[in-house]
């Protein structure tokens, strides 16, 4: 085998090697980014759940038998480069706040808000509607886009029932 | 073969580089990964603690009202309407008290309930534990059968001086009451103050002599440890049963029959109870007639427990104390309704398999006594 073959076997062997090398270390690399995605997601959800029950505390624990509580929320506007939706349903019988990216469809994140779904004393807003405080209308959904102006959470007591519920908030007179 | 050796040793030189470079790399984005992650399960304990603790859930009332878990739509311990941190006692004995199901119409709602409950079934494991702020422990002095050493400690084992100690003893006995044998109780008081070790007597030994002529059943000895509002209460019994459940404003009596230690189908006969209950306050004792007295048969049978609605029970008793007789003998009973100190879940012991938990303390009120509440949570398996 003269050398010339020997080289091109050798050479076209590292290159291959190469590339498989630099495909794994790729694959890593995403691996990696996935997972911090991931974790920032239920950051997120858990933020927001924590929120809603910090909320829901206040409400029970408050002698007003009519009360409007409203925090805004600090979110990022983007995970790993990308924008993600922000959803209250419902898993398993239990209200639960999703976090999903709009690319990376498979990256979702969700934290438990500890209500049963079934409570008629507790209830989390899953319509669309608007609600006005004062100079402030906070426009509510069961979704919230992580590009929203000025996110809030939000609760309304009436008597004993509590709802709550995310949107966003803009002031009336603007 | 040179060139060869020379590509080998290439291919090697590049394998070997990016090795080194993963082996330092990847450690560095997972530890920061596990950093956040472990944040974020102390965030998780946070929020699972603030619905335990500051929510009555819902029913409110579930720990009267609700007899079955899946009557409970929402978890929460917190007393309706109560203070900050003020925990609803009926639903503690819910949690915690094993024998209900024996001698109440109520279920447990046990670890795996209250983790479906509050919706981390299968993902988290906890555990929840109650313990005195003020460690008071009891012990018979060396001298006298009725004279006590009370000392009182932080959790720590240091000891608390100038601590105001009140002692109540509750004796009963049986006498004559026309043609039939009744329940007496004998009541005295006793104040101390803790000196520099955390340690008071109180003498009751006066007493003795009153007794000695009586059919004795039991006594019971209340303390109740005051530090400068800081409040703990203890008991200390002699031949006692916990015999009866306090739940609202019922009494609830039923057979353990572990407790009485009996063997056979009929687990040892009818247990009898005596109409006098003594009701247990911080201010008084008061003894109450029970309405209609009925022989408690073995778990099983139609009967095998019995309910008293007592006024007044409500809101302060800590304790009922009655008189069962079972096959000859007089026994003292006692119904809790403060725990002394109770764990529901699995301890989390270094050993365990558990990954990593985190561990939050914070300081309740439960019938205007002040408890630790521990909280641990951790994840039963990690992502």
Redesign the interface.
């Known amino acids: 085998m003269s050398s010339a073959v020997a080289h091109t076997i050798c050479f076209t062997a590292l290159l291959v090697f190469s590339i498989v090398i630099v495909q794994f270390a790729q694959n890593i690399q995403q691996k990696s980014v996935e997972r911090a995605a991931m974790t920032c997601a239920s950051e997120i959800a858990l933020r927001i759940s924590q929120d809603i029950v910090s909320l829901m505390a206040i409400a029970e624990k408050s002698n007003s038998s009519k009360l409007v509580l409203i925090k805004k929320i600090n979110i990022p506007t983007h995970i790993a480069n990308q924008g993600y939706v922000i959803k209250l349903t419902t898993m398993n019988g239990f209200y639960v706040v999703v976090v999903k990216l709009d690319m990376w469809s498979w990256i979702e994140a969700w934290s438990e808000i500890p209500v049963n779904s079934s409570s008629t004393n507790i209830i989390v807003m899953l319509e669309e509607g608007s609600l006005t405080y004062e100079n402030y209308v906070i426009h509510y959904s069961s979704e919230l886009l992580s590009g929203a102006k000025d996110p809030v959470v939000w609760l309304v007591k009436d008597g004993d029932r509590i709802t709550v519920g995310i949107g966003v908030m803009e002031c009336a007179s603007q | 073969?040179r060139?060869?050796v020379?590509?080998?040793v290439?291919?090697l030189l590049?394998?070997a580089l990016?090795s080194i470079i993963?082996l330092i790399l990847?450690p560095n984005?997972i530890s920061y990964?596990i950093h956040?992650?472990e944040g974020?399960l102390q965030?998780?304990a946070?929020?699972?603690l603030?619905?335990i603790l500051?929510?009555?859930g819902?029913?409110?009332d579930w720990g009267v009202s609700a007899t079955y878990p899946y009557e409970i739509?929402?978890?929460?311990l917190?007393r309706y309407?109560g203070l900050?941190y003020e925990l609803d006692m009926n639903k503690l004995i819910r949690i915690y008290e094993n024998s209900i199901e024996n001698i109440t119409d109520k279920c447990l709602i046990d670890v795996d309930n209250i983790a479906r409950?509050?919706?981390?079934e299968g993902r988290y494991g906890f555990s929840l534990s109650l313990t005195p702020v003020l460690n008071v422990t009891i012990r018979i002095a060396n001298d006298s059968e009725y004279c006590f050493m009370i000392k009182v400690t932080t959790h720590e084992e240091i000891p608390v001086p100038n601590v105001n100690v009140t002692a109540i003893f509750l004796t009963a006995y049986i006498d004559h009451y026309g043609d039939e044998n009744a329940t007496f109780y004998v009541r005295d008081q006793k104040f101390a103050v803790t000196d520099y070790n955390g340690v008071a007597y109180v003498d009751f030994s006066e007493l003795s002599e009153e007794l000695a002529d009586r059919k004795l059943v039991g006594w019971s000895l209340i303390i109740y440890a005051d530090f400068y509002g800081i409040k703990s209460v203890a008991s200390y019994s002699n031949d006692t049963t916990l015999f009866g459940i306090i739940l609202s404003n019922y009494l609830y009596i039923g057979h353990v029959e572990e407790i009485l230690n009996v063997t056979g189908r009929h687990g040892g006969g009818a247990v009898h109870l005596h109409s006098a209950v003594a009701l247990v306050t911080p201010e008084s004792i008061e003894t109450v007639v029970l309405s209609r007295v009925l022989p408690i048969t073995p778990i099983g049978s139609a009967r095998p427990y019995v309910i008293f609605e007592i006024e007044g029970l409500e809101d302060k008793a800590l304790m009922a104390v009655f008189v069962i007789k079972n096959k000859g003998r007089y026994k003292l009973a006692v119904a809790y309704r403060v725990p002394l100190h109770f764990r529901v879940g699995a301890p989390l012991m270094t050993s365990s398999p558990v990954a990593r938990g985190v561990h939050l303390r914070r300081i309740v009120l439960v019938e205007g006594y002040l408890y630790y509440l521990d909280f641990t949570l951790w994840r039963l398996s990690e992502w």
Do not use: C, H, N, W
């Open positions: 073969m060139v060869s020379e590509y080998l290439s291919a590049f394998l990016i993963t990847i984005i990964v956040v992650e974020q965030v998780e946070e929020k699972i603030t619905q500051l929510s009555p819902d029913p409110p739509r929402v978890f929460g917190a309407k900050l409950l509050l919706g981390i």
